[in-house]
């Protein structure tokens, strides 16, 4: 992360258009809260392109400017019983960050929550964007319909880019309706081996749980909807489970519990760094045990996991399998080790070929993700 | 409909590509007799028909990396093709290009249902797939009508949905990686049987292509638990901006139906004469269909039922039991078999903004008397996706024409009010023409350019999806 005393704050697209066209390198922010990418270059912030332009609670469509804070959008949802979906996680904690989270950064960091194992990630939810590109042009792609496959899908894209493409001023999204009540079971599950078991039996079975996660010694599930069905299915599960099973019901407890896994609290004011990693399930349990970290937090049923390992470690030496992203530590370390796990070399070439048509200067968050 | 004219040398080479192709393929997989080419001439938009130059049937993975080679440095443009179902033409061959066919790439490769996933060649058909892990409890969710016979490779290149998306999302929701062979025969892997890999969504670009990035031969598709059950409620209303309403208030109540299905007036009324489902004779019939237990299903069916009791429906019919289910769904599945009776007819799937539903169809109607033509709507309601059928007659003079003028007004119309060309079809050759009414040109230049990144030479199906001439300069090439 470059710290530089220089910021460039526009209120405009237009703004942005001028100065993209007349400076640079940048390194793109939205409210600087969940970059973990290293850049050089002077701050260019989004955070003055702030508004919601349209919401339709019947369509469950949203568009908003890419500045506008997530806190305001979850305001506005919630005034009509619904959320994001994907339920973008808060890094400020881990990261000892204090901005403001905006869409367009949740967007560019492609950042879903534990809800992803059900219902799809960050992307999945993106309709429509508007961004600007390394000449300073205005591009569109998709729009503010559930069904879209007209020309190719840039949407996908400029999710998960991570400010590498082009800067994003306008997202679409779509938004779920809130469930009726909730409830998260707590069932004790000693190590991976056994958790992972454990959550991939329930989530082969049709219980459309929406949260499958491990940590400190207990496997949670998390099941929302309507109060009825969800006893029934409790009834099932507990049949199959055949253990000790902790239900705690409604959103006061269940929360505070989810927004914990997702925002990864435990590695809070823990020192060590801190890895990100993508694997199957059933290789879950070897990586943890090749890498032995000193805590680990399984979401997604293994799928997705946070390792905490001392300062320095190479994680993805000691790793047989999957891909590692390193999400906190010293710049030096995320210089040597690099933050990205690195693609095989037709990717790789692929990337940087689209980098080049993309941003042919290399204006935009330059070396970040390779 | 235009067509890039075949270039004379490209034409000329035919006996030199099928020597070099017959090298590298078994015997039988090369197509050059003119008779047999003539089943690659057309896809289902079977209106324009072109036999391609030869067709090749490669059996793996290395073989069509091979053939993409050759056709590579020969500068033979190359049109993939999955089971040929492309209502868009995404499969039409132009004589100078080489159909590859994936159907005879058919293997499940691997099965995992704890990490909930298969790895299948891409020429397997959408059902097939399911087929393969039915037994052990799960489905591959995407379900586009035609999934008996399209291929899995079509599906990707089309991200297709289906009626069942509403809650399980469409192709690009559903696909994990694939294993793809680039325009120069180079292969690689794009994602896995992980979730979000990191690096850039290339899997996302990759998905609803056409064709125009990659060949895909393998892919690892997310397979669900399959529901302990289903069932269907209908309700016929005396006017589509209550049937509107309704779709409204259900989607916002919480519920997540898997399917809302609308039929207008004239497809109830060509379904009943056809298929004699017994629907009401009302201006708008909407089909809810929920998933679950038995008790789930009667909470929700019960839930629903109250929310469309709110706006004085004409009809409410609720399956009780499996041929009840089936009985609904009958004239909604055989609506364009109906239509087809009538008459043929142009299908077209632009989406819309749910609440200009209303207004879209008083357009819609409108339009069709001002041309002549009867338009049918059903409608997957839930997401917007419209698919209105333009019945004309291909016997006579200029109704194509006609027809298809009337269809470019309609999808014109979805753009104006904030929606789409295409929701699932691909916009293949048919739409091709309309994409500068969507995009402004420099949108279109920034999706050619990633084509340029794929394929520099442009040799990947490339008289599609993009307006000839704004695409003229980079397909002009050897």
């Known amino acids: 992360m470059s710290i530089l005393a220089k910021k460039k704050a526009v209120e405009s697209e237009a703004d942005l258009v001028e100065a993209i066209r007349e400076g640079g390198p940048f390194v793109i922010e939205g409210g600087g809260s969940r970059r973990i990418g290293l850049a050089e270059g002077e701050v260019l912030s989004t955070r003055g392109l702030s508004g919601v332009t349209l919401y339709e609670p019947g369509t469950l469509t949203l568009v908003a400017q890419a500045g506008t804070p997530v806190s305001e959008i979850d305001a506005l949802l919630a005034a009509e019983n619904q959320r994001l979906a994907f339920e973008p996680p808060d890094l400020r904690g881990l990261l000892g960050r204090a901005g403001e989270s905006t869409i367009g950064g949740v967007v560019a960091a492609n950042a879903s929550g534990p809800r992803r ?24 792609n998709g729009g503010r319909v559930m069904k879209n496959v007209t020309g190719l899908d840039l949407v996908k894209l400029m999710a998960g880019s991570h400010g590498t493409l082009g800067v994003m001023t306008e997202v679409s999204l779509k938004v779920q309706p809130l469930p009726e009540t909730v409830v998260t079971l707590g069932v004790p599950g000693g190590d991976a081996v056994e958790a992972v078991a454990i959550m991939s039996d329930m989530l082969g ?23 009825t069905s969800l006893r029934y299915r409790i009834g099932l599960m507990r049949a199959r489970l055949r253990r000790d099973v902790v239900e705690h019901w409604g959103t006061e407890i269940c929360d505070p519990i989810w927004r914990g896994i997702r925002d990864v609290a435990p590695f809070q004011d823990v020192p060590g760094d801190v890895w990100r990693m993508s694997v199957k399930p059933s290789d879950a349990a070897d990586v943890v045990h090749a890498v032995a970290p000193a805590d680990v937090i399984f979401d997604w049923g293994g799928n997705r996991f946070w390792l ?62 390779g | 409909m235009e067509m890039p004219a075949p270039k004379s040398g490209r034409l000329a080479s035919k006996p030199e590509l099928a020597s070099r192709l017959c090298a590298v393929l078994p015997s039988d997989a090369v197509i050059e007799a003119p008779e047999e080419l003539k089943a690659y001439e057309c896809d289902a938009l079977s209106a324009y028909r072109c036999p391609p130059l ?56 691997e ?19 399911t087929a393969a892990v039915e037994d052990e409890g799960f489905f591959y969710a995407p379900d586009p009508s035609s999934q008996l016979a399209c291929a899995i490779a079509g599906n990707i290149a089309m991200n297709s949905g289906g009626a069942h998306c509403l809650k399980y999302g469409v192709t690009t929701n559903n696909l994990l990686g694939v294993t793809m062979v680039m325009a120069d025969g180079e292969v690689v892997e794009i994602g896995g049987a992980v979730m979000d890999a990191p690096g850039l969504d290339l899997l996302g670009l990759i998905c609803g292509s056409e064709g125009q990035l990659g060949i895909v031969t393998e892919a690892t598709l997310r397979i669900l638990p399959k529901p302990e059950g289903a069932r269907p409620v209908l309700f016929g209303f005396d006017s589509s901006e209550v049937a509107g309403a309704c779709v409204a208030d259900i989607i916002r109540s919480g519920l997540i ?10 497809i109830i009324r060509a379904t009943e004469d056809f298929a004699e489902a017994g629907y009401p004779d009302c201006e708008a019939l909407l089909i809810v269909e929920v998933e679950g237990s038995e008790q789930e299903i009667a909470d929700q069916l019960a839930r629903i039922i109250g929310i469309a009791k709110r706006h004085d429906p ?5 399956s009780a039991s499996a041929e009840e289910s089936t009985r609904i769904w009958l004239g909604r599945k055989s609506a364009f078999g109906a239509m087809g009776q009538m008459g043929d007819y142009i299908c077209l799937d632009g989406t819309i903004p749910v609440g200009e539903l209303p207004a879209v169809l008083k357009r819609i109607a409108e339009l069709g008397e001002t041309h002549g033509h009867m338009v049918g709507n059903v409608f997957h309601a839930g997401d917007g996706n419209m698919h209105p059928l333009i019945l004309y007659n291909a016997n006579e003079p200029g109704q194509l024409e006609s027809a298809e003028r009337l269809g470019a007004e309609i999808l014109k119309l979805c753009v104006d009010v904030g929606g789409c060309l295409t929701g699932e079809h691909g916009v293949g050759v048919e739409k091709r023409e309309l ?22 030479e442009w040799l990947l199906n490339p008289a599609k999806v993009f307006p000839l001439a704004v695409s003229a300069g980079r397909r002009a090439g050897r």
């Not at chain 1, 939810?125 to 000449?135: A, S």
Request: charged fraction near 25%.
């Open chain 1, 117 to 140: 194992v059900a219902v799809g990630a960050c992307r999945d939810f993106c309709l429509g964007v508007r961004f600007v590109d390394g000449r300073g042009q205005v591009v569109k």
């Open chain 1, 205 to 227: 079975q049709p219980y459309d749980l929406t949260g499958a996660a491990w940590q400190g010694g207990r496997v949670m599930f998390r099941l929302e909807g309507f109060e």
């Open chain 1, 308 to 369: 905490l390992v001392a300062e320095g470690t190479d994680v993805r030496v000691k790793m047989p399998i999957g891909h590692a992203t390193l999400v906190r530590a010293s710049n030096e370390t995320k210089r040597r080790l690099s933050v990205f796990h690195p693609q095989n070399a037709a990717l790789e070439r692929i990337s940087a070929g689209l980098r080049r048509k993309f941003d042919p200067e290399g204006k935009f968050n330059r070396g970040m993700m």
């Open chain 2, 54 to 109: 030869l067709a090749v049937l490669p059996e793996t993975t290395e073989q069509v990396a091979k053939v993409m080679n050759i056709c590579h440095e020969m500068g033979v443009p190359v049109v993939p093709r999955g089971a040929g179902t492309s209502l868009a033409g995404g499969a039409l061959p132009t004589a100078d290009a080489v159909i590859l066919g994936v159907a005879r790439l058919r293997e499940v490769l």
């Open chain 2, 111 to 129: 099965i995992n249902t704890s990490d909930r996933y298969i790895r299948v060649q891409s020429g397997m058909t959408n059902l097939s797939v």
């Open chain 2, 257 to 266: 139906p898997v399917a809302i299905e609308f039929m207008d007036r004239p």
């Open chain 2, 314 to 318: 004409v009809a409410i019919r609720e």
């Open chain 2, 435 to 456: 994409m500068t009414h969507q995009f402004a040109p420099v949108d279109l230049e920034m999706q050619m350019t990633v084509k340029d990144v794929f394929d520099p």
